[in-house]
């Protein structure tokens, strides 16, 4: 047998081996993602928060990508990507342990705080991960690669409500009018049980991410020949923006998870809507909830086999025509009709994030530290696009504030369809 043949044999195993390990790490931060969602309606019992103030912990989490990408660029410049990788992995772990502390003294601040170093960690992953992943082979099946690895972030993002519901949300929280009928001695100590209840999950996240990073730093994962051999320049993001893909790419993302987090967030609200979910109440339309999630999942999966199949910005641009279609049945549509449109979206949100991405750094060679840095900043969507979305609920109503979203998903299909092509 020749030679070559045997080595290059030996260099595709071992990048299937690596793509399974770094998998790993997209699991868990869909999962830590995700627990967002439990720890919101938790802690704002536990502290009698306003929902402003309870949207805070969104806030916290995803300013930290806008103001941490930057650094978290560097860093992974800097280091490499399995080190930056590590790296990503023990910030983690120690906003995770920082909620010991915080539940101790009950201080809500203190939850943001740690909040804020959690999604630190998670920021570096992203940076480090989503591009090493799209690199780990031909580019030709980058989008397939990074879809397969975001298939188990949905699988996080399904499991972390069953895990929180179970160890943080076990007992039915109290409302505010019974807190006020309490005596104020036993109302406090309500809180304060309520606030150290999330020690021990935390703990032993905090655990799960330490060991992970120590089986990273333990395994070899190959370098990315072209990449990281390659000096770091200076000005490198002005020389990525340079190329019009990866600016596009970057209000793609902006717009993408803007629109995701939107409709997610108005999910349960909608589905209990007289008209909609015809007398559905708030905790069975979590149900639907589940089965968007689980519907990101399938289609992640069969993306992964799709985007060998089918050009990645064709398949993008259908799929962007498809949820356009399902928004506009949901906001005039009713009942049954406007119910399943809406969960169905999930299906066809599947592919969009990591395929945007591998699109967005094709090509940019040793800069693409720096457009995975800018494309992870414009996660910063998912705080501002809501925003705007109950602006118009308030004015306009929940079902026409779905406009915005629609009008995202037609940025999306722009950018597959022209601002995806390389120069």
Do not use: D, M, Q
């Given at each position: 047998m020749d030679t070559s043949t045997v080595v290059r044999g030996q260099h595709v195993q071992s990048n299937r081996v690596a793509l399974a390990v770094v998998t790993a790490i997209f699991f868990m931060w869909g999962f830590i993602t995700c627990l967002n969602d439990i720890l919101i309606p938790h802690l704002k019992a536990a502290f009698s928060l306003t929902w402003v103030q309870a949207m805070l912990i969104q806030f916290t989490f995803f300013g930290a990508y806008f103001l941490m990408s930057l650094p978290a660029g560097r860093l992974v410049a800097a280091v490499g990507y399995k080190r930056g990788i590590v790296a990503g992995l023990a910030i983690a772990g120690v906003g995770a342990l920082l909620?010991?502390?915080?539940a101790h003294l009950h201080v809500y601040g203190l939850f943001l705080g740690a909040l804020f170093v959690l999604a630190t960690g998670v920021t570096v992953l992203q940076v480090a991960a989503n591009p090493y992943v799209a690199l780990?082979?031909?580019e030709q099946t980058s989008s397939s690669r990074l879809t397969l690895a975001q298939s188990m972030n949905s699988l996080g993002t399904t499991l972390a409500p069953l895990f929180g519901g179970l160890l943080i949300l076990s007992a039915q929280p109290r409302s505010a009018e019974e807190l006020a009928a309490l005596p104020q001695a036993?109302?406090?100590?309500?809180r304060v049980a309520e606030a150290q209840s999330v020690q021990l999950p935390y703990f032993g996240l905090a655990v799960t991410l330490f060991v992970l990073a120590v089986a990273i730093w333990m395994f070899r994962l190959p370098a990315i020949a072209g990449v990281e051999d390659q000096p770091t320049r200076p000005g490198g993001l002005k020389d990525a923006l340079r190329h019009p893909h990866l600016r596009y790419g970057v209000l793609a993302i902006f717009f993408y998870v803007g629109?995701?987090?939107s409709i997610g967030s108005v999910l349960v609200n909608f589905l209990s809507m007289p008209g909609i979910g015809e007398g559905m109440t708030e905790q069975q339309a979590t149900f639907y909830v589940?089965?968007?999630w689980g519907g990101a999942l399938v289609g992640r999966l069969l993306g992964t086999w799709l985007l060998v199949q089918v050009d990645p910005r064709r398949l993008l641009g259908w799929f962007a025509i498809i949820v356009m279609g399902m928004l506009a049945v949901t906001m005039l549509g009713t009942g049954g009709l406007a119910k399943w449109s809406v969960v169905s979206?999930?299906?066809?949100?599947?592919i969009m994030f990591p395929t945007i991405f591998a699109l967005a750094i094709a090509g940019l060679g040793p800069l693409t530290g720096q457009g995975s840095s800018l494309l992870v900043m414009a996660i910063v969507g998912g705080a501002v696009i809501p925003l705007a979305m109950g602006w118009l609920a308030d004015h306009y109503g929940l079902q026409g504030s779905f406009l915005l979203p629609l009008l995202c998903y037609g940025y999306i299909l722009h950018y597959a369809?022209?601002?995806a092509r390389r120069a």
């Open positions: 909620f010991w502390p915080a780990l082979g031909p036993e109302a406090l100590a309500y629109a995701e987090v589940s089965l968007y979206i999930g299906l066809f949100n599947s369809w022209r601002g």
